[in-house]
């Protein structure tokens, strides 16, 4: 797998941790899954769905890794995760055996993999038959609008940089690719659905200082800019997002979801 620019607990929770959690709950309330279940947690970050997995469904066994060392120690920390395993390893080489867990979910990961399909392929190893591989991926391309808004004014101050959007990047961001890839590992059953959440900012400091952090591909965009392009970026963007009365934001956030049956 790839970490592309995820590293830091602290910032990631900033920027993206805090709507992490929140469609981690929505996401675990479309899956419906049973309770007393053998979770894993594929590409973990810093703990946002396995967090929501053990405060809600009451899991018989929850283990939970990512690549990451500084986002695996930030889950580890986590008091909700008291119970579980976290550790740090690969998605591509689990180091669990065949038919350990009866859900294998993957949050906001797939499409950071070097290869995706091997990837599902292990979360396919590690289930049970009859077990549930699902997973869900930010909407880069559409409905993400706190990322679209930052790359469609990037594109327009200096369009040579529109191949670092993650829209254009990751195809996985669709229903089509994400019920394909999980077709192709065998998986029946397989559906795609729209989990949609409203990111609401107190104001523009809000929404812009995470992007400082450089996390993920937005915040090392930013942190590569010359000073001169990063206030550009900044005053454009603080122009166009949509202000209420208070200087509070509210912007669509969406994520499709996708699970298989094995």
């Known amino acids: ?3 592309d620019g995820w590293s830091d607990g602290k910032a990631y929770d900033q920027y993206m941790g805090r ?3 929140l469609v981690a709950s929505q996401f675990l309330g479309w899956l419906a ?15 946002a769905l396995a967090a929501a997995i053990a405060s809600t469904v009451d899991p018989l066994r929850l283990a939970a890794v990512d690549p990451s060392v500084g986002f ?23 180091p669990f055996a065949a038919g350990s867990f009866d859900l294998t979910a993957a949050g906001l990961v797939v499409n950071f993999a ?12 590690v289930t049970v038959p009859g077990g549930t591989v699902a997973g869900y991926v930010w ?12 790359w469609e004014v990037a594109a327009q101050l200096r369009p040579d940089d529109s191949w670092a959007d993650e829209g254009r990047r990751f195809p996985l961001c669709r229903p089509e690719p994400l019920r394909e890839l999980w077709g192709a590992a065998g998986l029946t059953g397989v559906e795609a659905e729209p989990v949609d959440m409203t990111m609401e900012y107190r104001d523009f400091d809000d929404y812009w200082l ?3 952090g450089g996390q993920g591909p937005a915040g090392e965009y930013v942190a590569s800019l010359p000073e001169r392009r990063r206030i550009a970026l900044r005053e454009v963007l603080r122009a166009r997002l949509p202000g209420g009365p208070d200087g509070s934001i509210r912007l669509s956030g969406r994520v499709w979801a996708v699970r298989g049956r094995r």
């Open 1 to 3: 797998m790839t970490i």
């Open 19 to 21: 709507w992490s959690r």
């Open 33 to 47: 899954p049973s309770s007393r279940l053998r979770w894993l947690d594929v590409g973990c970050g810093t703990g």
């Open 72 to 94: 695996a120690a930030t889950a580890r920390a986590d008091a909700t995760l008291a119970g579980a395993l976290v550790g740090v390893a690969d998605g591509q080489r689990l």
């Open 114 to 125: 070097a290869d995706p399909a091997a990837l599902l392929a292990e979360m396919v190893r």
């Open 139 to 150: 909407d880069y391309a559409g409905r993400m609008r706190m990322l679209r808004m930052f």
């Open 210 to 212: 995470p992007f400082l």
